[in-house]
């Protein structure tokens, strides 16, 4: 929660393993067998996504799915509605519809199984495509706030994950890596010699929480869960030198 | 009052963004001279069409607009990546979910100087740094890159704000312009908050940590005064 989360091993294979999930359906089991939360992936319907169906990939039981789709529940569901309308992630406690049909679509949800608490990350990329990521649990506030709390780094960088791992299950290619700007290569240069972020932090002159906020930017561009991972794609692109040559010169 | 409004509140809101497409104008084209898209009296650009958040100070009856800027989530489309590149280089292309952009921050100064005379020019762009380290902590944004003028840095130092300057470009308009990239964290919004003698989170009804927020407020001496002490910058 202060600065740049410091991310557990677990969360960091938690993101490798939803991103090497063999399709989406797969990744968010994974998610909700480690946070014991349902999940959703909902990539908006575009016209140039040339679907007929929305994508929609879903850890509720199928029961629920089935009584959401025969009700029509979609047409009048808020976390869809104005989900998609939204920018910032929110609690579901925050949406302002309120209607009678609302209420017994949440009341239906229960009776099925799923938790009174949600909460959803709007996703969107270079592209300008967006997707909603939705997590529904049985906790309740302020145990809920707590978690989501404690957790939403983590949530909102497995929900981009997800999302990238999406593009490739329906458009059949990912975003294509974006370009490394010099002073990210400059900080993953160092991390490939193997300093930290405070030592990079001194050696370049800025705060450690902006060299962290670079890596980040590193890891997100070459779409990678981890910044060990990182350097090996960097190398892979050759955006830093093999190691074998014995530095990690920086090739631009 | 402080307010964020995102896309599903557009139209409920339509005259303050009106006011703020306006008010932009005024700063950005007129005043500062800068390269940007003019309709008539409104500066509106075509990230205002990719649904942004607006972080907006206006009176209680959000008639009066005192200041706004726009966020948006730098995975997606963003000015300082398509736009400042230009002029900042790449180094301030930064992309990751938890680093949100923050642009087109202005102020109506005359506005205010009716309405809230005792707050200066310099005041009021330290509380719209405040209202986004309170917006980004409580999304869980934990960066924000955001372009200022060089003698604005100053101001922010002394309201607590914690940046590196990425970048800086001249030739954009009049003045030149800096980017810097701001932390977002519990820490760093105490910091503001004291700094600034603000005894509460300027939006209402933000659900903040009350633990973490009483102890800050108990020592602040500040505390029983009014929302604005009209400290002076």
């Keep these: ?252 | 009052m402080f307010i964020t409004i995102e896309p599903h509140q557009f139209s409920a809101n339509q005259k303050l963004l009106d006011a703020m497409f306006r008010l932009r104008k005024r700063v950005f084209f007129d005043e500062l001279g800068w390269d940007v898209p003019i309709k008539g009296d409104r500066e509106r650009d075509r990230y205002d069409d990719h649904r942004p958040v607006y972080l907006i100070w206006c009176s209680d009856d959000r008639r009066t607009l005192y200041a706004s800027l726009r966020l948006m989530p730098t995975t997606g489309p963003t000015l300082l990546h398509d736009v400042f590149s230009r002029t900042f280089g790449n180094d301030v292309d930064l992309s990751a979910p938890g680093i949100w952009e923050a642009t087109r921050m202005c102020v109506d100064v005359e506005a205010l100087r009716l309405d809230h005379p005792e707050i200066d020019l310099m005041r009021a762009m330290s509380l719209m740094v405040a209202l986004i380290c309170e917006v980004a902590v409580d999304k869980g944004i934990h960066t924000v890159v955001s372009n200022y003028e060089p003698q604005i840095a100053r101001v922010y130092k002394r309201a607590g704000a914690k940046f590196d300057e990425i970048g800086r470009a001249d030739g954009y308009g009049k003045r030149p312009v800096c980017c810097g990239l701001f932390e977002a964290s519990e820490c760093v919004l105490q910091q503001i908050y004291t700094k600034l003698r603000l005894s509460k989170p300027l939006l209402s009804g933000l659900r903040h940590t009350a633990q973490h927020h009483a102890p800050a407020f108990a020592v602040n001496p500040y505390a029983a005064q009014a929302r604005f002490s009209g400290f002076a910058a």
Excluded at chain 1, 209 to 216: E, F, I, P
């Design chain 1, 1 to 252: 929660m202060h600065g740049v989360e410091i991310i557990s091993g677990a969360q960091e294979a938690l993101r490798a393993a939803v991103a090497a999930a063999s399709n989406v359906q797969e990744a968010c089991e994974a998610i909700r067998k480690y946070y014991d939360v349902h999940v959703v992936y909902h990539l908006a319907q575009t016209p140039d996504t040339g679907r007929d169906a929305p994508f929609v990939k879903t850890t509720y039981p199928t029961a629920w799915v089935g009584h959401y789709v025969l009700n029509g529940y979609v047409n009048i569901d808020p976390v869809v509605h104005e989900g998609f309308q939204r920018v910032l992630p929110f609690d579901w406690s925050e949406l302002s519809v309120a209607t009678l049909q609302v209420e017994r679509l949440f009341r239906d949800a229960i009776r099925f199984g799923l938790g009174a608490s949600g909460y959803s990350v709007p996703l969107t990329d270079k592209a300008g495509r967006r997707a909603l990521f939705s997590i529904n649990g049985m906790m309740v506030k302020p145990a809920w706030h707590d978690f989501v709390r404690a957790n939403r780094g983590c949530l909102t960088d497995l929900a981009q994950i997800l999302h990238r791992r999406a593009l490739v299950e329906v458009y059949g290619e990912g975003d294509a890596a974006q370009r490394l700007a010099p002073r990210e290569i400059e900080c993953l240069a160092w991390v490939a010699q193997g300093k930290e972020a405070p030592q990079i932090a001194v050696i370049l002159g800025l705060s450690a929480h902006t060299v962290r906020a670079y890596l980040k930017s590193v890891r997100h561009k070459l779409n990678c869960t981890s910044i060990s991972q990182a350097v090996d794609r960097a190398r892979q692109l050759r955006i830093l030198a093999p190691p074998s040559t014995g530095g990690t010169q920086v090739r631009q």
